[in-house]
């Protein structure tokens, strides 16, 4: 079955730096479009970044794109997200996701990874 498991979350001060990692199976990774979704507590679940199959942009967050990249290694089945300069409002739980490329809406998501931000 479709699983996506996502890893490196934890706790930073702001300024700092995280790597998230999502690993993929049960599905063609190299030929789905990916993404991350975050979702603060009281917030609705909002896009962070996502790719096409290939890795070429599909969308960014215009409050992300100086500061995370996103990146995939389809033999690895692998999807990444490097975070810098973390602010406070980053903190959320940060999610993988299979994408809709036309829509860039997520048709499913991992479990999550906790990501809080300390001032």
């Known amino acids: 079955q479709v699983r996506m498991v996502e890893s490196g979350g934890g706790s930073v001060e702001a300024g700092g730096s995280l790597r998230l990692s999502c690993a993929a199976s049960g599905f063609v990774f190299g030929a789905t479009c990916m993404g991350w979704f975050r979702q603060a507590p009281g917030k609705e679940r909002e896009g962070v970044a996502g790719?096409?199959?290939?890795?070429?942009?599909?969308f960014i967050n215009d409050s992300v794109k100086d500061r995370f990249t996103i990146s995939r290694d389809n033999a690895k089945n692998t999807l990444y997200l490097q975070m810098n300069n973390l602010e406070p409002d980053d903190s959320a739980m940060y999610y993988c996701?299979?994408?809709?490329?036309?829509?860039?809406?997520?048709?499913?998501y991992g479990q999550g990874t906790q990501v809080t931000v300390s001032s």
């Open positions: 996701a299979r994408v809709v490329c036309l829509r860039r809406s997520a048709v499913d």
């Open positions: 790719l096409y199959s290939m890795g070429e942009i599909l």
